[in-house]
């Protein structure tokens, strides 16, 4: 069988990312025929326990970042930066995190270069009843549980002691479900969760947590409608809430506004606002995301969190988290398009391939053209 080889990067050049694609501890469960393809950067093992003797033992060669870079035929980055996509050989192919949609510059270099981009964050499967499942859904519990967790500790908060809190969390996927596990392992159990779907259509429910229906109107305004019909503006409930959680991934082309400019003086001083999906200018009126270096600021009297790669927090079992969902892939990814033409999976979370954008909402929010070479629109 012929098979792509890959390059698998250890080092993010993102500041405080440690995830990485593949744990050294799973290695064993991958056929040594795929793994003899595999090329793991030098150093690659060793936080895991792993030097590169042991490493080598079990791929096929270790390498340098820049010759992984250009000799590898798919290359295996977590979090890419602009940096990372000029290095990958012209035609070459990406898989991990991408998030072009609002990157027009790492989108720019894929078109230019023909590079073909399988992302993570469109690998998805349909469950039995028609749903659609994230494939990497525990990485994203994770970025709920640690941003909790690292936010709590920053403004040295606690359930158990202290002032009872009451939490609210926008959203109910699955950052939504970390973070709840996260704020009643930390004792905090007064949760309402707001969901922009009716309460009946909510599966798995967290016993012991309130869930209300919020509804948008013609003017950008979000309502929250009660069991008993009635409504009153979001703010009203935002206004009660001492933590405040956003665990909804923006629709980039109908986003959502929880907080404006006039309404920020609503809050509670000293709320803290825990922004895990964080979009900068969507949410909130002043979102944007922050670095483990500074993770949080201050918006008058209001803790705003945005840490945009919590699972770093976690590094070890996010990545124990991500390889266990990305070997069975492997093969299928290492066999080339006709492959993965086959799988449905693979085939929907190509965004852009050989250059020509696939994603449509790459097109519309970047306003470009859709014919190749995808030329901004006037």
Known sequence: ????????????????ERRVPIHPGQLTWIPEEIRKHLTFEHGYGV??????????????????????????????????????????????????????????????????????????????????????????????????????????????????????????????GSVSHGAIHALQGRGIHDIYVYVVNPIAMVINQVPGVFYRQIIKDDADQLYVQNPDGSEQPFIDDLSEADIIVNGIMQDTDNPLTFVHENEINRLKPGTLIIDISCDEGMGFSFAKPTTFENPMFMVGDIHYYAVDHTPSYLWNSATWEISKSLIPFLPTVMQGPDAWDKDEVIRQAIEIRSGKVLNEKILNFQKRAAEYPHEFRD
């Open 1 to 16: 069988m012929d098979l792509l080889n890959i390059g698998v990067i250890a080092k993010s050049l993102k500041e405080n």
């Open 47 to 172: 936080p895991f326990g792993f030097n590169n003797s042991r490493l080598a033992g079990l791929c096929g060669r270790l390498a340098d970042r820049e010759q992984i870079l250009k000799e590898s035929d798919i290359v295996l980055i977590s979090k890419p930066l602009l940096k990372d996509f000029q290095s990958i050989k012209e035609n070459g192919i990406h898989w991990g995190w991408a998030h072009v949609v609002q990157q027009e510059d790492l989108a720019q270099v894929a078109i230019d270069n023909k590079l073909t981009l399988i992302t993570w964050e469109s690998m998805n499967t349909s469950t039995p009843s028609g749903r659609l499942s994230h494939i990497f859904y525990k990485n994203n519990e994770i970025a709920g549980y640690a941003g909790v967790m690292h936010a709590l500790s920053l403004t040295g908060s606690d359930g158990h002691y202290g002032p009872r809190r009451k939490a609210v969390v926008i959203h109910f």
